[in-house]
């Protein structure tokens, strides 16, 4: 560490993001969830939940299958590896600073 | 495209940590199945079921409310069959449009315990009619409950639950002492202490929930 704030991951580092994260982050490694539950577990528009996955996937943090289920076409979705790696770092960096501030406030 | 609102940060790095705990709870409530429905329908099964057991069946032969004697019978197997639909269904609708091992795993753990319950149907019809009806009756039901109680243990050990596992436990020992002091009495100690269990587990369990 050089000293200064732990910097944050920017493409986790947005509400809608971290809530597709967050959520995504209670599944085991290997468990996919369909576009449409997702959607509904976050309460999110399928346009907003689209463009969010699309920058998380290109960030190569969520996998995005497209697959049939019988003749139905589903989506599946999951964290990938790095993607996990990116939200404990983030969280870790989250705590960083959170005791840097309380720190700073213990010395002044 | 214009940046919308969700597209900004967090406020500070306390207000990320809120939202994260906060979505990851909302997600594992919905993810999870809730463990009153789970348990309590096989909880009521048990008070209700083996309580007409003892009823009609007591110690020593004794008649506490006099019905059909196949009434016992049909009550439990009824009240277990409906337990096992709101089981199934309730998993089911928890874990729906997941797909991977936890599903894979999740239906691995409900046909075990058809197969389970049928060998030993299969093995008990062919030799319960050689036994008087108390040790009939405490043939199958201490059986029955021996293997639920170990079911229960092998689940905790599958989910890492605490909670089910002891459980576990616990449905094994109350069986034991049941069938040490004998037949009747083994029904009235499974229906209440069995019963009861489960109807503390699944509250406890539905407590312990992250919110």
Excluded at chain 1, 8 to 25: F, K, M, N, T
Excluded at chain 1, 36 to 58: C, F, W, Y
Excluded at chain 1, 62 to 88: D, N, W
Excluded at chain 2, 181 to 207: C, Y
Aim: no cysteine; glycine share 10%.
């Amino acid at each position: 560490m050089t000293g200064g704030p732990p910097e944050l991951d920017p493409v986790i580092h947005a509400q809608a993001r971290l809530r597709v994260v967050s959520a995504l982050s209670t599944l085991r490694e290997g468990d996919r969830i369909a576009f449409p539950r997702l959607q509904d577990i976050l309460q999110m528009t399928a346009g907003n939940l689209s463009v969010h996955l699309r920058k998380l996937e290109d960030a190569g943090y969520v996998e995005v299958a497209k697959t049939h289920q019988g003749r139905t076409p589903t989506t599946l979705i999951s964290l990938t590896r790095r993607g996990r790696l990116a939200f404990e770092d983030y969280t870790a960096a989250l705590h960083a600073l959170l005791n840097g501030t309380a720190k700073l406030q213990e010395e002044s | 495209m214009n940046a919308t609102d969700d597209d900004l940060p967090p406020a500070d790095p306390a207000e990320s940590l809120r939202l994260i705990a906060q979505e990851r709870a909302a997600t594992e409530r919905r993810l999870t199945p809730d463990s009153r429905l789970l348990l309590w329908p096989w909880g009521l099964a048990w008070l209700i079921g083996f309580g007409a057991y003892f009823l009609r069946f007591g110690p020593g032969g004794h008649v506490y409310v006099d019905m059909p004697d196949f009434l016992p019978l049909a009550v439990l197997l009824g009240l277990i069959t409906l337990a096992g639909i709101v089981t199934g269904v309730v998993g089911a609708r928890a874990r729906r449009q997941i797909s991977g091992p936890t599903s894979r795993q999740g239906a691995m753990y409900g046909i075990t315990w058809s197969v389970a319950f049928l060998g030993m149907a299969v093995l008990f019809s062919r030799i319960s009619d050689l036994l008087p009806v108390p040790e009939a009756n405490l043939l199958w039901a201490g059986a029955m409950v021996a293997l639920t109680g170990a079911l229960h243990m092998a689940g905790g050990a599958l989910w890492n639950d605490r909670i089910l596992y002891a459980l576990g436990v616990w449905i094994s020992v109350v069986n034991v002492v049941g069938i040490i002091i004998g037949p009747g009495w083994h029904a009235l100690i499974v229906a209440v202490f069995g019963g009861g269990g489960m109807l503390v587990a699944g509250l406890v369990s539905w407590l312990r929930m992250p919110r």
